[in-house]
Nanobody, 120 residues
Framework: QVQLVESGGGLVQAGGSLRLSCAAS????????MGWFRQAPGKEREFVAT????????AYRDSVKDRFTISRDNAKNTVYLQMNSLKPEDTAVYYC?????????????WGQGTQVTVSS
């Protein structure tokens, strides 16, 4: 049983930056593929970024690829999402997720979310 707790959300002006953190407990962090998702009001939850267990592989949705960076520190059991050049359309609740196993795109555990609001 893995618990995930996000932090670092807040209100920022367009063009600004935020760094989200997700602290994991209750499992072996390095066994999990980690991801970030977001859900804006009235919209479906969407994939943002993912990082492999050893951090060799990362992937991003196209709209954030040149602005966001996912990273992890397995010694700290923490995954990060550095968000630069934020846009109002980035406003959403951001969720951290952990997936176990080789099947890509599957996640077993989810955090409670942290609100990111970008003003224009």
């Amino acid at each position: 049983q893995v618990q995930l707790v996000e932090s670092g959300g807040g209100l920022v002006q367009a063009g600004g930056s935020l760094r989200l953190s997700c602290a994991a407990s209750g499992g072996t962090f390095s066994d999990y593929r980690m991801g970030w998702f977001r859900q804006a009001p009235g919209k479906e939850r969407e994939f943002v970024a993912t990082i492999s267990r050893n951090a060799v592989n990362t992937a991003y949705r196209d709209s954030v690829k040149d602005r966001f960076t996912i990273s992890r520190d397995n010694a700290k059991n923490t995954v990060y999402l550095q968000m630069n050049s934020l846009k109002p359309e980035d406003t959403a609740v951001y969720y951290c997720a952990a997936g176990y196993g080789l099947a890509p795109g599957t996640y077993d555990y989810w955090g409670q979310g942290t609100q990111v609001t970008v003003s224009s």
